[in-house]
C-alpha cells in the first residue's frame, strides 16, 4: 500500500477517534468571510454548550417518562454509556457501552430506572447500581451480555 494512502487512512482515523467539541457561542469560524452561526448569541446554544463543556446533559421529564414507562431508548451524553433501554413489565434494563458491548441486566426496578434517568452521571451511576467499581467483569446485577468484543 503506498505511503500516501497509509498517512491519509491514519488522519481519517484520528478524526473519528477525536472527541466532538462543544459549539463556540460568540465566536466566528476561522477562515470564514461570511457571517457565522457561531456568532449568533442565542441563548439555548448557549446552554447546551455549557451542558456539553460539564459533560452531561439533562434529560428532560418526557424523556423520563418515555424511558420509564414506553421503552423510549434514552441516549446518554457519558465516557463510558452509549444508550439505555428499560422494558418495565419485564424489569429490566439494557445498557450499551462505549467500543460496542451491550448488557441486559434483570431485577431493575422502575424506581431504579428513574434514578438512572435523572441521575447526572450515567456512567458513574451504572458503577454505583450495575457494577462493582474496579472490576471489568463483575457485575452486581445479574445480566445477559447482548454483543461484545
Known sequence: MPSFIRRAARFLGSLFRRK???????????GHRGIAAGRIAAPELTAYAERVARGHEEVSADQTEAFVND?????????NVVMAQYFIEEQKMMVEYKGGRSYLYS???PQEALSFATAQSKGGW?????????S???HRKPYTPL???
Not at 421503552?71 to 465516557?79: I, N
Open 20 to 30: 466532538p467539541e462543544a459549539p463556540r457561542v460568540g465566536q466566528g469560524v476561522p
Open 136 to 138: 471489568r467483569t463483575a
Open 107 to 109: 431485577n431493575v426496578s
Open 71 to 79: 421503552q423510549m431508548p434514552l441516549f446518554v451524553m457519558s465516557t
Open 147 to 149: 454483543r461484545g468484543r
Open 126 to 134: 451504572i458503577w454505583s447500581h450495575f457494577r462493582v467499581r474496579g
